[in-house]
Structure formats: C-alpha cells, structure tokens
C-alpha cells in the first residue's frame, strides 16, 4: 500500500483542500493500516496452539 499524501496527477484544488484541513486521506489510510494490525494481531492465536 503506498502512503503518498495526494495524486500523482497535479490537482490543485486537492492540494488547496490538504493545507486547509489536513491530509484526510493519509491519516484515514494509517487509521485503517494500524486499525488492521491491531485486529490481526488479536486474532493471532498461533502462541496457544504452541503452548499445547
């Protein structure tokens, strides 16, 4: 997944709307990136079967 913080196309009014409110999209991407290695790492249970 890249985490680039706008288009590669220049996109002025998208680059407008990033210095007045913040890279929504980059930090919704890391929400969602941190938000699926919480989750797998709960549903890891590889170290109990180990223990057995």
């Known amino acids: 997944m890249t985490t680039s913080t706008h288009p590669s196309s220049h996109t002025p009014i998208y680059e407008e709307l990033v210095e007045e409110h913040g890279d929504?999209?980059?930090?919704?991407?890391?929400?969602?990136?941190?938000?699926?290695?919480?989750?797998?790492?709960?549903l890891d249970w590889s170290d109990l079967r180990r223990r057995e």
């Open 24 to 42: 929504i999209l980059a930090e919704a991407r890391a929400a969602a990136e941190h938000s699926q290695l919480t989750a797998s790492q709960a």
